[in-house]
């Protein structure tokens, strides 16, 4: 990504993300305790049994797999698959719409057909594709609300995983119809599954942003209680150090 940039565009940059923090912003006079105390509380997750169909016979080969997971504003999405043991990469990007439109001002618009999106890379053998939908509908987003991820609404916040093959497709398929028969959630899945064409990766300064940005209001409202949750419900597969695309990339 350019170093520098013109006027216009830093600008629109700035509106984007100002949008975006805008709720959590409100927060900011609030006493420090209650801060922390309506920080903490802004993600519950939803403690869900694993799928009962999982890919069993992938957990066995060699190799590393990918699937593309969006659940509103990517940052946070990364932000927990970057702590989850297996996962060798968690990129933020864009799914769903063409290259054209694969930017953070045009998608942001909320007419681009994309979806804020996590390419999460993974190694069956040490955490399988059912277990990261299992983080995924359980600590990385609320998979019932329609077009919206907490203060964030707009098609490009959707609930959709984008499977890379048939495998990937009808256990995502047959995981939300067992969630919905169980009825852990008070209002059905909405989750679309959708075959994925391409993933775009983000800009670089939308990467490693909750890492970055601890202190930000917005990541403090609605993200660090996601990782938080993770360590909580998914000890086994808690990873303290994140798995960061800045480092992945200083090492090339």
Known sequence: MPTTQSPVLAAGRFRSLARRSAGALLLLALPGALWLTVGRAAE??????APVIDAIKEQSKPGLQTVVLAGGCFWGVQAVFQHVKGVSQAVS?????????ASYEIVSGGQSGHAESVQVTFDPRQVSYGRILQVYFSVAHDPTQLNRQGPDTGPQYRSAIFYQDESQKNIAQGYIAQLDKAG????PIVTEINQLTKFYPAEA???????????SPYIAFNDLPKVENLQRVFAELYRDRPILVSAA???H
Do not use: F, M, W
């Open 249 to 251: 990339n200083q090492s």
């Open 184 to 187: 852990v959630y008070k209002r």
């Open 93 to 101: 990007g864009y799914a769903g719409g063409s290259k054209e439109t």
């Open 205 to 215: 300064y939308h990467q490693d942003y909750a890492t970055l940005h601890p202190s």
């Open 44 to 49: 519950p997750a939803t403690v869900i049994p």
